[in-house]
């Protein structure tokens, strides 16, 4: 039976998210206030996260900023009453999933979260057959696919999930132009249009934890008028 942890202070929404999450056979924690999140969050290995961006307390954005430092890769749904495009921005962005927009239809917040749990069972790069190497070796820098590990020169590189997947994907075609709508699709599971700018900030969050000098980056190209690929001209020893 899956888990999932419901972070939201309205009891209406809860009840209702709840019954229905249970109906789709998860265990449903709830939290009613953004600093029971995180907390509630380590109690239990959690395989879907609905937090709403309004909260008393710590905020929703904050929330997610708090799960992700602190290593948590659980699929997170934000919920957001606003319409406003930044809040929608600034939430994947900072490691949300996914999100809907209040009011949101029961069909649609279920096919949401069973899309966004069974992108996380899924093992390996987001780019489906190229995932039969276990380790990806270009030069000091080490992608573990099996192990979701990332080293440079030996040092663990500590990556959010959607990092992760993104280099994982680019380094397992190098070469290979990506453009950020492709990205978005591959990585986020979703369309979504106008969001590209979400490409770019991981893109940067990425290099800037990977490459030597940001200013000239090694690993991650960018392929001007499209968007990013994997080194070619990198020796590449798979093991």
Known sequence: MKQALIIEDDPNIVGL?????????????????????PRKARE????????????????GLEVCRRLRSEGASTPILMLTAKSEEIDKVLGLEIGADDYLTKPFSIREFIARAKALVRRAERSGPADGGHNQAVRLQYGPLSIDLDKRLVYQNEERVALSRKEFELLSLLASNPGKSYDRGKLLNLVWGYDFDGFEHTVNSHINRLRGKIEPDMSQPQYILTTWGMGYRFNEALANTRS
């Open 17 to 37: 998210l709840e019954l229905h999450l249970r109906d789709q056979n998860f265990q449903v924690a709830t939290a009613y206030l953004g600093e029971d999140g």
């Open 44 to 59: 239990s290995r959690f395989d879907l996260i609905i937090l709403d961006l309004m909260l008393p307390g710590m905020d």
